[in-house]
Each structure stands twice: as C-alpha cells, then as structure tokens.
C-alpha cells in the first residue's frame, strides 16, 4: 500500500458509567489511502460511529480512549496537544454526523452557522464569507436565499445537504460522513449519494463513510471493514466482500439483504403451497380520508394525510403497503387499527360496514380482529410490565382464557414467535431483552387474541439487518399455517417483494400503483414506481445518468 | 415577520382572557361565601365603623338588590372605568388612588430584583455546568438550596434586625429618606437606593438557587446534543461554544420559566415588602388585611394581577426575540 | 400467580425505589424529614405546653427555657416543636391533593387531547399566571380561619404548576406505541392512565408531591404570618405572627423567631435535597459525567476533547 493518509492502531474506547467501564471499541485498526473511499459498517451499537467520533476527539464524556493510536497526514492525533487538535479539526478532517438533523444548532441562522467556520478558520467576515457560503450552498443545490432559514425550517434532506455544506466549507481533504442518510427517504438519500460523489470526482477528497446498509456501501465504496461488537470482524476490497465475505457474520449480512430487482431468490421466506383466497375481502376500504387541523383561529392549517384510498384484502392474503415517509402508510395503519378516526371513507369488515368512531367507542369484537405490531419495539412495550403482563392483558380482558390456562398458553405463544424457553421470557422485563427479542414479544402480543387480520407498521425497520429477515419470516409462518391475513407497511420495497403477494405504493396519501409483487418490481408503470424501484436496487448509482463506473451484479445466488 | 405579530396578538389575546377570568374571580369570591356577603361584612364591621363607611363597602362591591348579572354588569363598567371601590381604612379615599402611589415602588423593587436574581443565576448555572471539575459545582447548588429553602419574610427579618437594628447599617423603614427632595436628582437616587438595598438583597439570594439549578440542568443536557459535538468538531473555541452554543440555547426554557415564576416570585416580594415597611403593594396590603379593608385587598389583587399578566408578555416578546421558531 | 414475587424483582419501579434509597441526598433527606415528623408526633406528650404563660415575658433563652419565652411569656421551644405538627400535616396534605388535582386535570388534558384540553390548558394557564399570594389573601380573609380553609386555599393557588407540568408529560406518553398497543388490546382509557401511564410518571409525581409540599409550607407560613390563620392555634406560622405582633424586631428579641425559621428552613431544605435526588435517579446524564470526572485524571479533561489514558502501548 502507497502511504496511507489514514492509519488507525489498536484503537481502544471505553465509556465509564459505573465501577466497571463499558468497552465500546477494542484494538480496531485500518487504514486508508488518499483519494479512497474507505466503508465501514456494523448494527447499531458495533461501535462504528465511537471509532470515527475517537479519531477525531470529540466524543463528549464519559468516553475515554484507552489505547491506540491515530495518524492523520502523519500527526499523531492522540499524542496532540490542544491547540493542535482545535487547529486540526475541519482543517484536515471534517465529519458529517449522523442524525445531522440534529447537528445544526436550533437558534443560529444557516448564514451563522457556515460563517462561523469561515471566520475561524480562514478568518473570512462580511461579504467574503457571505460570497463563500453561497459557492458552498450552490454546490449542494441549495438556493442562497437560504442563508436566512433558521433549521426548523428545513426539510431533513436540506439540512443533510447544508452539513455537507459546511463540511466541505474549508476544503479538508478528509470527510467523514457517519450515517448521512439514515434518516431520509431512499430516493433524497440516493441523491445526497450522488451528489456527494460527483463533488468528490471535482474537488477530490478522500471520504470515510460509515452505515449500517451494506448494500449502500457496496455501491461506491473502494474497501471496507466490518465491524461487530467494538471489532472489526472482516476488512476487504469492496469486490471480494460482494462474492459473500470471508467472516460468517459478513455472510450473513450479505444474505439477508432481499433485493428490489433481478431475479427473485428462492427459500427466503415460507410461501404457502397455493395461493388462493375467497371471493369476497375480509378488509375493504372505501375513499378513506384523514385530514390533521389544526384548530388554532389565528391560522388554520391543514394537513391531507390520507385522500381518497380504497383498497381490498382477502382472507390469508399479505398486502404490501410501501411508501416514503409522508406518504400517510402509517396513517393508514391507525385508521383501519381504529386508533384514529377517518375524516371520510369507510371501513368494512367482513362485509360489514363499521360505523366510524372515535377510538374509545370502537367495540372489543373489532380489536379482536385487528391487532397491530409496531414499529418500535421498545417504545410498544411498557418497560413496567413483564412480558407476562403484556400477553394476559388482553387475554383478560376479552376473557378468553382463565387464570389456570392463561401461563401455559403464554408459554406457548412465545415459543411460536420463537422465544424458548418460554417460561423464562415471560418473566422478562422489555429492558432486559433485545430488540429483536422485543418485537417477538410484541408479535406475540398481536397474535395472543388469535385476530383474523394483522396490521404490521414497519416491524422491522429499528431491528438490525441481520435479524429483520427472520422477523419477516414469523409473519410468513402464521400466515401458511393460521391462514393470518396481514397489512404489511414498509418503506423498503425490498422486503415487501418477498413478504407481500401483493404491494401497493403510496405518495402524498394516495394510492400510485397497486399490483402483484413480483409484477410491480419486474414492469412498474408509473414513474414514481420506477424510481422506488430503482432506487432499491443494485446499481442504482450507474442509472442516475452519471457516468460512474458499474458495479457488477452481487446478488444473484 | 408575520407570524411574529401573530404570536404576539395571540398571547395578547390570552392575557385578556386571564384578566377577564381575574376580574371576575375578583366578582365572584365575595359572592361565594357562605351566607348573604352583605350580612357578612354588616356583622364583622358593626360598631367598628360608621354607617356611611359600610354603605360605601356595600356599594363598591356592587351588593345591591339587583339580579347577579346586572351586578356582574356594573363591576366590570366600574372596573374598566378605574373604578376600584371606596377603601375602608383610609375611608373616603378611593382604592386606586392609595394603590396608584405604590405600584411604582413595588414594580421598582421586585422588578429589578427579579431580573438580577435571573441574571446572575443564570449566569452561575452556565458556569458550574461548564466547568464540572470545580468545586463550585459540589458547593453552591445545595448552599444555594438552602438560603432558597428559608421563607421570604423570615430571611428578611434576620437581614433587618441583623443589618437594621443591630448594627444600624441600613435603613429599617420607608422608601427614600425624609431629607431628599423626590425627583431626578443624585440625593434622592441614592437615598432609593439605600433603602431598596436590604430587601432586594434578601430576594434575589433567596430566588438565586432556583435559577441557578435549572439553568445548570438545562446546560447539561444541552451539552450533551448532538449540534455540541458537531460544534466541537468543526474547531469552533470551546469559549464560543459555551456561550453560542450550548448557554444560548439553554437559555429558552429558562426564560419561558421565569414568565411562569413571576407572579410566585412577586408573592415573596410582597411579603418582604412588609417586613421592611416598604411603601408597596405589598405593605399597603399588610395594611389592608389589618382592618379587614376589603375593597382595598381587591384593588390590589386586581393591580397585580395585570402587572403579571403584563410582564409575561414582555417576557413572551423577549422570547421571540431569543428562539427563532416561534418567529416562523 | 406463584411467580408474582420474582416477577418485580428486577422492574424498573424497585430499580428506582433502590436508586433513590442508595441516593446520599434523598436518603440525608428523608432522614431529616423523618426526624421532624417523628419529634411533632410524640414529643409534645414530654414538654410544657406551647400556650400556657410560663415566664417573664421575652426572656432570652436560659437553662430553664433554652430557647426563652414570647411576648405572651410561652415556651418558645415547646412552641416550635408543637408548632410543627399543623403546619406539617397541612404542607403534607396540601402536597398530595396538589398532586391528585395536578394529576386529574393535567392527565385527562393531555390524555384526551383536542377539545377537552384547549378548555384545561386554558383553566390551567390562567391560574397559573395569576399571583399567588393576593389570591390566597383574599379567599383567606373571606373564609373563617381553620386548617381547612387554609388546606383548601393553598390547594386552589397551587395545582396549576403540576397540572402543567403532569399533562405535557402526559401528551408525550400518549402518542407512545404502548398506549396505542394498550388501546388495540382493548384496554379501558381509565385503566390505561392508572395502570399504564401513571406508574411511568413514578418520578415526576414524587418530585412534584415534594415540590407542592415545599410550596405549601411556605405559603401556609406566610399566610399565617399575616394573620389570616387561626391565631389561636400554635404552628410555625402563628408563632412568627406573634413574634411580629410583639415586636420582636424592636425589642431584638431574637429567639422568638430564629428557632421556628431554622425549622422552616431546614424541612424545606431537606426536601428539596429529596427532590435533588430523585432528579439524579431519574436523570443520570446528571452525575454520570461525575463518576467520569472523579476516574479521568484531572490534567487529561479538556472541553470537547476526548480525553486519551495511555499511549502507544
């Protein structure tokens, strides 16, 4: 390797909590040569983002670095002293943070914020700094009159796009970017990617990009390390990683990433010998409507969440509902849960028109029916209660079991959704298990009342990757064998392709096209449906119309 | 900018509403009492006072024969009017006049001891929550703590008898001397100044601790966000950070709960007020619980009222003016 | 079940019972408080009465009377210790009917939102900006002087604050995924605030029980100070009355009201170190950063540099 601008040696991070310090990082070491776009990806909690936070000094307390070294342009940053670490940063290294919603400060203006690092670090004031900052802003394709906003008034993706903004105020040739996109819908992530390497391929700078999507990284990373509670489990060339990885976690992460194109694979998910369903839905709705007012008489604002959707599920049937945040996917989830009330439209169940109420007035047959699984498996569950708890509950309450029935039951629904020992889990508390542990619980919840049909809002997207497909798998299991009947919400349509038999997407609260799965991916009709497409598959990059060079095909086992 | 005016309109308008709900609790109470409150007052003040003086009371509360809302109608024309009512103790003078000459001092001296009581609280929290290793965060929260957990009143005592009759440091009486001549000249200011010193001195160490603390809570979680460890990468000096960062947004919560604390604060004001014959309302309402002088306890309830109501709303405008979200 | 027991062992409510146990502050505190309460129950059955005339009149404190006598020729030492009795029972009672209105009005203002909590948050609100003292000093003076006038106005002054800050805790657990989980299972509302959401403000409703007590002793003192209790009675605020009454200023007698301030004192401090440490329990960004400090060598901590043990190994 030529001289390497990057070195880090048995970096070690500890954070002290208590009597004994939490080891977040242990002996990670890459390196990283100039002009490179290094990756590194891991779950969340692998320590990915502490490594890079470390290498820059700026992990607020109680972290420690215990052991290691980092060279940077040949500056030993441990052994610096202060006034060459101030001197150092944004200088020779900036970052963009991750949840960079956040990492804009609320009360100062966009003008202040990038004029601040301008006058620090270049001394430029006044109208050189304001000249500057426009350059800054129009690289990101913001428009300067911006400069004024205040961050709450921007959306997600302008702030990502003004960070980066700022990042590259001063022109360090080094640019960390710690989950950049996380928080943004695929296609503005797709074009903050992009945009960010068509600005690299001009002002050439070396990128260190971390993520938990490896699939992301795959794209347009050069080499990449893995990481996995605090060490780096592999560290290969791009190219050799796509043929599946050496290390069997990395294999694992590799298989469990479903893919929105190409052909489809077969074996990931339990599909029912034949799929046929009745003749008449189990679910229709009809025009649902869900305008938000807010009932302030000095402005009235209105917000259409949801505007005209008719749709029909039949009875064993998994329905994909894909759509970007803003779409009104989980307002949808609420209406026909009856955790909200429909502006307008109706909901018929079984034939049956159910009068529309407010949620406390909705009757206990219909919550029997329709249960729901939730996005966030710890905010679900109430960390006072056991699991326990949460399964009798509802038991109780629609008195279908007595006390003598109720634990063995509890048992068995838990191993179901695979959480053996049962007995043991139920006496477990939410804090005490892990996330994935966590939406079982919750799944088992939904099912404890034995209900036809199942609304489940993103169940996997907070779980790490490499559990979110056995998740997926529970909801495919109870529906070969119970017949369950689920409304599967997502904005990855990756997933939906393989749960879902049929996916309809949604924009703007509206429905744009609703097909068989695997007919919406392989021919999608409307433009917007290209895009998602596009957007979810391999080589997305080379699509957009730049010429960057191909990725080949890694997903086609 | 016009959402500004609108933010400012709507906080208006709820002041108007808590004025009104004021104005009629005022109404009301009286009304409430067990037994016809005419009878109540003829009981408690037979023999105690002229006849005249009782048909006066009567009259200025608007307890006549008529149906309650054309009472309720002819309080609140009376009231917007200026119309307080004829006060017992100092029978026949008006309540807003006697009430008119004290306002000011109170305004003076709890107004000013609350914002420099703010001030320096707030400025010692932004301190001990930045430089965490000092002993001053050990010691002056709980020290702090403690001159807070003493009553107003009491304090102001021990202050008064200490600095005022022991050692005769300080005056023990009065708002200015009796050898100035009031009016904007040096002798007269200082002379206000001397003699608002010990009661302003005993407000703000007792209101300190309050503002110091949250401000130091505030500061502390505000340090932890993210927008400070994306500051402290960009190589922004750890000074500005401190300052343009993390006090200036921990600030806000701060100042929206000073608006919330003014009329409690002013409470104690009054109290200490009366320990040093302070010529404010809260003296003159010593005064009026003294001899039952009801008319002139409602007057003040009323003038005080509005003075909070009032002050909340510079504090709303200060706050449009510190967080750019409630601009736009 | 059989299990019940081993089923609390590790939830989050014994965690925080323990923490605030093991907290030096709450537990100083508690102690404190302990002590006073414990000492205004039993003791006033062993010393002279508060009321009778003892002594020449303002004398200062001696082997007899060790902390002298009022202008009325009292025991002020037995006045201070009886004195704590009424004065505690009403902070203590003010404190917890503070807390249940504070819990009422804020929880269904910030449970069923919309129409109902316009209507709260306004009632709220306007309490909540109206001085406290005036208010107090009217309704006092109307009603005739008992404990539980005075109850009643402390409590009427009072509960905005907690009803305020009840509901926006209350508005954020509401739009949480287990109230909406609670919900589909079919939960009643009025079970799913008391069972689910209420225990979760385990905290908040501690701190603001204390902080409503605190309020409450102050205030009731006040009052009394101004005559508008029942005179007659003995209590912390009563005895300062007096004091005030006799002159206690002029005639620099001292001991007439140093005593019974002390107490106030230290019972208010002594809850709010409680309240200190439920906000360390409940907030542990608070001393976390201190466990840090006290292991990091002190020349090592720099602000927004992460500190760094040892090199090159």
């Known amino acids: 390797m030529n001289n390497p601008i990057i070195s880090v040696n048995n970096l070690s991070v500890e954070y002290v909590t208590g009597i004994k310090s939490v080891q977040a990082v242990h002996n990670v070491s890459f390196e990283i040569n100039s002009g490179e776009i290094f990756g590194l990806v891991g779950e969340s909690g692998s320590g990915k983002s502490t490594v890079v936070q470390a290498m820059m000094r700026i992990l607020p307390p109680p972290a420690l670095i215990s052991k290691g070294n980092v060279f940077i342009n040949n500056e030993d940053i441990m052994a610096a002293s202060e006034a060459d670490i101030i001197n150092f940063r944004w200088k020779k290294i900036s970052i963009v943070m991750q949840s960079a919603l956040n990492a804009l400060n609320p009360v100062l203006s966009v003008r202040e914020q990038i004029h601040d690092v301008l006058k620090i670090h270049k001394g430029l004031i006044g109208i050189e700094a304001d000249n500057r900052a426009k350059e800054l802003l129009s690289l990101v394709d913001i428009e300067y009159n911006r400069l004024d906003s205040f961050p709450h008034q921007l959306s997600g993706g302008m702030k990502q796009r003004i960070v980066i903004a700022i990042a590259l105020a001063i022109m360090p040739p080094i640019i960390i970017m710690d989950e950049p996109t996380t928080a943004l819908d695929v296609i503005v992530e797709r074009e903050i990617i992009s945009k960010v390497i068509e600005l690299r391929k001009k002002l050439d700078f070396t990128i260190l990009f971390i993520t938990h999507d490896l699939n992301l990284l795959l794209e347009f990373a050069d080499r990449l390390a893995i990481m996995k509670d605090g060490e780096v489990v592999e560290l290969d060339e791009v190219k050799n990683i796509q043929k599946g990885g050496k290390h069997p976690y990395t294999k694992k992460l590799i298989g469990s990433i479903p893919s929105a194109s190409g052909v489809r694979q077969k074996g990931l998910l339990t599909k029912p010998d034949k799929l046929t369903f009745p003749k008449d839905p189990i679910l229709e709705v009809k025009d649902l409507e869900k305008v938000f007012q807010s009932s302030n008489i000095f402005n009235k604002q209105k917000l259409i969440a949801v505007n005209g959707v008719s749709f029909k599920i039949f009875k064993g049937e998994i329905i994909g509902l894909v759509g970007e945040s803003g779409s009104g996917k989980s307002t949808i989830a609420k209406l026909v849960t009856r955790l909200m009330r429909p502006s307008a439209g109706s909901i018929y169940l079984n034939g049956q028109n159910k009068k529309v109420t407010e949620s406390r007035n909705v009757p206990l047959e219909y919550r029997k029916t329709v249960q729901m699984v939730f996005q966030d498996p710890f905010g679900s569950l109430n960390s006072i209660h056991t699991v326990y708890h949460h399964l009798a509950r509802p038991l109780f309450r629609h008195k279908l079991k007595d006390q003598t029935e109720m634990f063995p039951y509890i048992v068995h629904l838990l191993e179901k959704v695979g959480l053996t020992p049962g007995d043991k889990f139920a006496k477990k508390f939410p804090h005490e298990m892990s996330g994935g542990e966590r939406q079982r619980v919750a799944i088992a919840r939904a099912l404890s009342l034995d209900p036809q049909i199942i609304v489940a809002d993103e169940p996997t997207s907070m779980l790490d990757v490499s559990i979110r497909m056995d998740v997926l798998e529970i909801f495919a299991k109870m529906r070969k064998e119970n017949n369950l009947t689920v409304l599967f919400i997502t904005h990855d349509l990756a997933s939906a392709r393989y749960l879902a038999d049929r996916i309809i997407v949604l924009k703007n609260g509206a429905i744009v096209e609703e097909n068989a799965s695997e007919k919406l991916i392989q021919s999608p009709k409307k433009e917007y449906t290209k895009q998602l497409v596009t957007a979810a598959s391999p080589g997305w990059l080379s699509s957009l119309g730049e010429n960057f060079e191909k990725k080949e095909e890694y997903n086609d086992q | ?328 | 079940m059989n299990n019940k027991n081993n089923l609390q062992q590790n939830s989050i409510f014994t965690r925080w019972v323990s923490g605030i146990i093991e907290n030096q502050k709450a537990f100083s505190g508690s102690c404190i408080i302990l002590f006073f309460a414990l000492v205004a129950i039993f003791v006033p059955f062993f010393i002279n009465s508060p009321t009778d005339f003892l002594g020449t009149p303002l004398s200062p404190p001696s082997f007899e009377y060790i902390f002298g006598t009022n202008g009325q020729g009292q025991d002020v030492f037995a006045q201070t210790i009886c004195g704590a009795r009424q004065t505690l029972f009403v902070g203590f009672s003010a404190g917890i009917l503070v807390v249940i209105i504070g819990a009422l009005i804020g929880g269904i203002a910030g449970f069923y939102g919309g129409r109902i909590d316009d209507i709260l948050s306004l009632l709220i609100n306007v309490f909540l900006v109206m001085p406290g003292l005036p208010l107090m000093v009217i309704l006092a003076s109307w009603l005739p002087p008992t404990p539980g006038t005075l109850l009643g106005v402390l409590v009427l002054t009072g509960w905005a604050w907690n009803a305020r800050i009840i509901r926006s805790q209350m508005m954020t657990f509401r739009n949480r995924d287990f109230v909406s989980a609670a919900i589909i299972s079919g939960e009643s509302n009025i079970r799913i605030i008391v069972v689910e959401i209420m225990p979760r403000m385990l905290s908040l409703l501690a701190s603001a029980f204390i902080g409503a007590s605190i309020y409450a002793i102050g205030a009731q003192v006040g009052l009394e100070f101004l005559g508008l209790g029942d005179i007659s009675t003995v209590t912390w605020g009563t005895n300062l009355y007096w004091a005030s009454n006799d002159l206690a200023l002029l005639t620099e007698s001292w001991w007439t009201f140093v005593p019974t301030g002390l107490s106030i004192a230290i019972v208010s401090f002594a809850l709010t170190l409680i309240n200190f440490g439920i906000d360390e329990v409940s907030n542990p960004r608070l001393i976390s950063e201190r466990i840090w400090r006290n292991k990091v060598p002190k020349e090592l901590i720099n602000h927004g540099i992460t500190p760094v043990t040892s090199q090159n190994e």
């Open chain 2, 1 to 328: 900018m016009n959402k500004s005016i609108l933010y400012i309109a709507r906080r208006f308008g709820f002041y108007l509403i808590a004025a009104f709900a004021a104005l009629t609790l005022n109404f009301i109470i009286p009304r409430l009492m067990p037994g016809d409150p005419a009878s109540i007052i003829f009981a408690r003040f037979k023999g105690k006072l002229k006849p005249e003086a009782i048909d006066a009371m009567r009259e200025s509360f608007g307890l006549t024969n008529d149906p309650i809302i054309t009472q309720y109608a002819s309080y609140l024309k009376g009231i917007l009017q200026g119309d307080l009512g004829i006060s017992i103790a100092y029978f026949p003078e008006p309540v807003s006049e006697i009430i008119g000459g004290g306002l000011i001092w109170t305004i003076f001296l709890a107004g000013s001891s609350m914002v420099i009581a703010f001030l320096i609280g707030t400025t010692l929290g932004v301190i001990i929550a930045w430089n965490r290793t000092g002993k001053l965060d050990t010691i002056l929260p709980p020290a702090l703590a403690f001159f807070g957990a003493f009553p107003y009143f009491w304090l102001a005592m021990v202050v008064l008898y200490i600095f005022g009759f022991s050692m005769n440091w300080f005056p023990i009486g009065r708002a200015f001397g009796n050898e100035v001549n009031p009016g904007l000249n040096t002798p007269y200011l200082l002379s206000v100044l001397y003699h608002a010193f010990l009661p302003a001195l005993t407000l703000v160490f007792v209101s300190l601790g309050g503002w110091m603390l949250s401000m130091r809570n505030t500061m502390i979680s505000t340090l932890g966000s993210d927008y400070i460890t994306f500051a402290n990468a960009k190589g922004i000096p750890s000074r500005l950070i401190m300052l343009r960062y993390a006090a200036r947004n921990a600030i806000l919560p701060n100042l929206t709960g000073f608006g919330m604390a003014l009329g409690f604060m002013l409470s104690g004001a009054l109290l200490t007020e009366m320990i040093f014959s302070y010529p404010g309302q809260g003296f003159l309402l010593l005064q009026a619980v003294q001899s039952q002088d009801y008319p002139l306890m409602q007057g003040i309830f009323m003038t005080i009222t509005l003075a909070v109501l009032g002050a909340n709303w510079l504090v709303d405008i200060a706050i449009l003016f510190f967080d750019p979200r409630t601009r736009r």
